[in-house]
């Protein structure tokens, strides 16, 4: 991950150190993707077509990966839980509160995780440099995992 030991190795490990087992600890991430697979192995990352903004507007998802912590009381080992969520992109763009959401976390990224993500933030902020009124109808078939928008992060 871009940046761990700069920006946040320390604070994850007083952050581990700190976890007491009655709280559960939650983060997530996200991104653009044009797969619509939940589970995607790094052997099979070659497979999926170049990233461009039509096809990430027509074809394309922002996935959303919900990672959960809880410190087992017995052992004090740290048990990792994930969900990954799947929104179709044509979806986020018709929905305009939920596309200013996007553009403002999308030009908030730090430079070394677009670098990271290899070109697809790049496509992601082309498509939504775009007038919304070219993007607006939501897609008729969703493929995502959840039908609700997950709570946002405190």
Same mark, same amino acid.
């Given at each position: @991950?871009? +940046?761990?030991? $700069?920006?946040? $190795? %320390?604070?994850?490990?007083?952050?581990?150190?700190?976890?007491?087992?009655?709280?559960?600890? #939650? &983060?997530?991430? #996200?991104?653009?993707?044009?797969?619509? &697979?939940?589970? &995607?192995?790094?052997?099979?990352?070659?497979?999926?077509?170049?990233? =461009?903004?039509?096809?990430?507007?027509? *074809?394309?998802?922002?996935?959303?990966?919900?990672? =959960?912590?809880?410190?087992? *009381? &017995?052992?004090?080992?740290?048990?990792?839980?994930?969900?990954?969520? !799947? #929104?179709? @992109?044509?979806?986020?763009?018709?929905?305009? *509160?939920?596309? /200013?959401?996007?553009?403002?976390? $999308? +030009?908030? %990224? #730090?430079?070394? =995780?677009?670098?990271? @993500?290899?070109?697809?933030?790049?496509?992601?902020?082309? !498509?939504? /440099?775009?007038?919304?009124?070219?993007?607006? *109808?939501?897609?008729?078939? %969703? +493929?995502?995992?959840?039908?609700? @928008?997950?709570?946002?992060?405190?």
């Amino acid at each position: @991950m871009p +940046q761990y030991e $700069a920006h946040l $190795a %320390t604070s994850v490990d007083r952050a581990f150190h700190a976890m007491r087992p009655e709280r559960v600890v #939650w &983060r997530r991430n #996200w991104g653009p993707h044009l797969s619509p &697979r939940l589970f &995607r192995h790094a052997d099979a990352l070659d497979v999926v077509p170049p990233m =461009t903004p039509e096809r990430l507007l027509e *074809q394309g998802f922002i996935r959303s990966e919900h990672q =959960t912590l809880v410190k087992l *009381q &017995r052992s004090a080992a740290i048990a990792f839980g994930l969900k990954n969520y !799947l #929104w179709p @992109m044509r979806d986020m763009l018709a929905d305009p *509160q939920v596309r /200013s959401a996007l553009e403002v976390a $999308a +030009q908030r %990224t #730090w430079p070394e =995780t677009r670098e990271y @993500m290899k070109g697809r933030h790049e496509v992601l902020l082309a !498509l939504l /440099s775009r007038p919304a009124e070219s993007n607006a *109808q939501p897609s008729t078939a %969703t +493929q995502s995992s959840s039908t609700e @928008m997950p709570p946002a992060a405190s």
